[in-house]
T-cell receptor, first 114, second 113 residues
Framework: DAKTTQPPSMDCAEGRAANLPCNHS???????VYWYRQIHSQGPQYIIH???NNETNEMASLIITEDRKSSTLILPHATLRDTAVYYC???????????????FGTGTSLTVIP | GAVVSQHPSWVICKSGTSVKIECRSL??????MFWYRQFPKQSLMLMAT?????????EQGVEKDKFLINHASLTLSTLTVTSAHPEDSSFYIC?????????FGPGTRLTVT
């Protein structure tokens, strides 16, 4: 089951920063926080991930609180093409399996408004 | 980044027939691939974990005899929906694991009439 909670929807004005929150209060010490997004009728696209430090790449920044119970994905200058469903995933390693399953929550539907 | 492809991108089949969906990692080898299903306006639901050379591991509630998974090589996994029914109509998405990242395919839209 998903271990994250996100608001179901958010709006953001084009050109402004979009801040998407995620709660993962039961995260354990060796679990990462991953963010993906899904544009309508496409496969999810990787955005960024982190363990405890803040991370930044060409797409976004990830801010993880010191207690790691929540995080925020920041899209610094949102464009219309950033309209998508954003998923925050706690990366869970399942003992005995060679694969590491991702369990998706309901995500946040971000709409960037012109 | 790594690329994962799926074939076909969409398929329409009649009730009672079987449909095979392919998932390929194009520029890396994937010991593990995953299959998801997504109904309209819902999130992705993990169906099974596919490991090369061994039997797939299915999530609770997913019928292994209905959704046959074969992972015969490090770059190919297939999902066969057997005796398809209209309720199997969905968006099927695969992903392939490369180190600690998962790369997702573009999805296959299945419609069962």
């Amino acid at each position: 089951d998903a271990k994250t909670t996100q608001p179901p929807s958010m709006d953001c004005a084009e050109g402004r920063a979009a801040n998407l929150p995620c709660n993962h209060s039961t995260i354990s010490g060796n679990e990462y926080v991953y963010w993906y997004r899904q544009i309508h009728s496409q496969g999810p696209q990787y955005i960024i991930h982190g363990l405890k430090n803040n991370e930044t790449n060409e797409m976004a920044s990830l801010i993880i609180t010191e207690d790691r119970k929540s995080s925020t994905l920041i899209l610094p200058h949102a464009t219309l093409r950033d309209t998508a469903v954003y998923y925050c995933i706690v990366y869970m390693t399942v003992w005995g399996n060679t694969g590491n399953q991702f369990y998706f929550g309901t995500g946040t539907s971000l709409t960037v408004i012109p | 980044g790594a690329v994962v492809s799926q074939h076909p991108s969409w398929v329409i089949c009649k009730s009672g027939t079987s449909v095979k969906i392919e998932c390929r990692s194009l520029d890396f080898q994937a010991t593990t691939m995953f299959w998801y299903r997504q109904f309209p306006k819902q999130s992705l639901m993990l169906m099974a974990t596919s490991n090369e050379g061994s039997k797939a591991t299915y999530e609770q509630g997913v019928e292994k005899d209905k959704f046959l998974i074969n992972h015969a090589s490090l770059t190919l996994s297939t999902l066969t929906v057997t005796s398809a029914h209209p309720e199997d109509s969905s968006f099927y998405i695969c992903s392939a694991q490369d180190s600690y990242e998962q790369y997702f395919g573009p999805g296959t839209r299945l419609t069962v009439t």
